[in-house]
């Protein structure tokens, strides 16, 4: 098997540690070489978060180069933007349809970019959820990282149960059920 690319994008609290967690016990779990890589950039204020999964027969590195990701996963729309052009060629862009201003768009210095998601479909297989909505349909906003991971897992070689098997393992005890449902709602969306 050759190497898998994944990279998850966001900013601070958003859960892109936890994600990258499941998508490490679920990559040794199948007896595959993982390396992780965390860059944080002032997270705990909203800043930009962005985390490498490399899996496969042997892994010598953890970070993914530009153009070599498999699948993108992120969870605003700005850090799609973003990281877009780490993404192979026939790779998967998996987007929370969320608007999160950073700092210079708060103080007025820039403008949110408009259309966004528009223009990364011309380019990229795009999948969008507006997360958020159906994570309160769930009864928890927090999950929302868990549905967009849903469909992610759905470009990629592992069964959903799996999945599961490792959220069960992952996850705080309390949270396993709305987790579960939570995956089970992304892994779903077509």
């Known amino acids: 098997m050759n190497t898998k690319n994944i990279m998850i994008v966001g900013v601070g609290g958003q859960g892109t540690l936890l994600t990258s967690r499941i998508l490490g016990g679920l990559t040794i779990s199948a007896g595959y070489d993982v390396k992780l890589s965390e860059v944080h950039g002032m997270a705990q204020r909203g800043g930009s978060v962005v985390t490498f999964v490399r899996y496969g027969e042997k892994v010598y590195e953890p970070i993914v180069e530009e153009g070599k990701a498999d699948v993108l996963i992120a969870f605003e729309k700005l850090e799609a933007l973003r990281y877009a052009h780490f993404l ?3 790779g998967a862009i998996v987007v929370n349809d969320q608007q999160i ?5 708060v103080i ?3 403008k949110y970019p408009q259309n966004i ?3 990364l479909s011309k380019n990229y297989r795009l999948f969008k959820v507006d997360a958020i909505t159906e994570a309160k349909k769930l009864g928890n906003s927090k999950v929302f990282n868990v549905i967009v991971l849903g469909i992610a897992a759905q470009h990629m070689e592992f069964s959903k149960e799996e999945w599961i098997s490792v959220i069960e393992n992952t996850v705080p005890a309390k949270t396993i059920d709305i987790n579960k449902k939570a995956f089970e709602l992304g892994y779903n969306i077509k």
């Open 88 to 90: 192979k060629e026939g």
């Open 101 to 105: 201003d950073p700092m210079p768009v």
């Open 108 to 110: 007025g210095a820039e």
């Open 117 to 119: 998601l528009e223009e």
